[in-house]
């Protein structure tokens, strides 16, 4: 693995890898200095809270230090270009991660950086955030073997991730509960990036009841990415794909709520069931610093 900008840069074993050892060092070696001397440098072109913090506290736990940037501290594309900066960086930090308004800036500084590049979100996609969800399933559940996951909502970054890993045959199978209207905005998006993705493993549908009584997992995300601007007839057409106790109370007993967060609790989820017994979205958040660590020890 050279860079880390979507699940599929990792192999179905790799992701397990991560993940598996992710589990073993937030029980037994949360601390260590296996990151002893090393940098990171951190690029934010939008706002974050736990990929920020995660990221800095993974390197800061494995004794190596981390640098954050803001788009508008550094000259990145205004008075140098992207491939100066990417090679600029190179010179004095061991892992580059950017959280970019756009894929393709991504790639470009991948393209010129001579040290490995982490994605921390694009529009595209969230893969660090996938590896987290999916760390979280197995401690609940023990496996991905036959997990049900139900996405509710539009196709974004952090759901488009989740397609990717279930191209990776992971065990878990993936339902997309969308309005047409969003995939059609997804499949666009997809071609306006020239990108590709198989949806052969993955039920796309409008809302499905019969695969929600099958869910272990409902997960969602907001509507409305940063970035984009909220309509009323947006949310009339999504208010059916809010999850609130009806929904959960069509699945399984034991099924789980998860949210990459942040939430709004009068769109996607009512407060009722992000705060209530079925959701897991703080373990989540938590298991993000212990992916990280595993990301940014693969790289070194
Ligand atoms: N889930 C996630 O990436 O959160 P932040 O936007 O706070 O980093
Ligand atoms: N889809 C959301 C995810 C935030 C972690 C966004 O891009 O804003």
Aim: charge should be negative.
């Amino acid at each position: 693995m050279k860079n880390f900008l979507n699940i599929s840069d990792l192999s179905s074993d790799e992701c397990l890898r991560i993940i598996k050892t992710a589990i073993d060092r937030k029980i037994n070696k949360p601390h260590s200095n296996e990151a002893k001397n090393k940098s990171l440098a951190m690029i934010f072109e939008k706002n974050s809270t736990r990929t920020r913090i995660s990221f800095e506290l993974a390197i800061k736990q494995l004794g190596g230090l981390s640098i954050m940037l803001e788009k508008d501290q550094l000259h990145l594309g205004k008075r140098e270009t992207l491939a100066d900066t990417a090679k600029t960086l190179s010179q004095y930090a061991d892992i580059i991660m950017m959280r970019s308004n756009s894929h393709q800036t991504l790639e470009n500084l991948a393209k010129y950086s001579e040290v490995p590049i982490i994605n921390g979100l694009s529009d595209l996609s969230h893969p660090c955030q996938t590896l987290a969800t999916l760390m979280t399933i197995i401690e609940i559940k023990g496996s991905l073997d036959g997990v049900n996951i139900s996405w509710f909502g539009p196709i974004s970054n952090v759901a488009h991730s989740l397609i990717d890993a279930a191209n990776n045959d992971l065990g878990f199978t993936l339902t997309i509960h969308c309005p047409k209207y969003y995939q059609d905005i997804y499949f666009q998006k997809l071609n306006d990036m020239n990108k590709k993705i198989s949806l052969d493993k993955v039920s796309l549908t409008e809302i499905d009841e019969k695969k929600v009584a099958l869910a272990d997992v409902i997960y969602t995300d907001t509507w409305f990415s940063m970035g984009d601007i909220e309509d009323s007839t947006k949310i009339e057409m999504l208010t059916p794909y809010s999850i609130n106790k009806n929904i959960m109370s069509m699945t399984k007993k034991e099924s789980m709520f998860m949210h990459c967060l942040p939430a709004n609790r009068s769109q996607e989820v009512s407060a009722e069931v992000i705060d209530g017994e079925q959701s897991y979205v703080w373990h989540e958040a938590q298991n993000r610093l212990h992916i990280q660590k595993e990301l940014i020890l693969s790289f070194l």
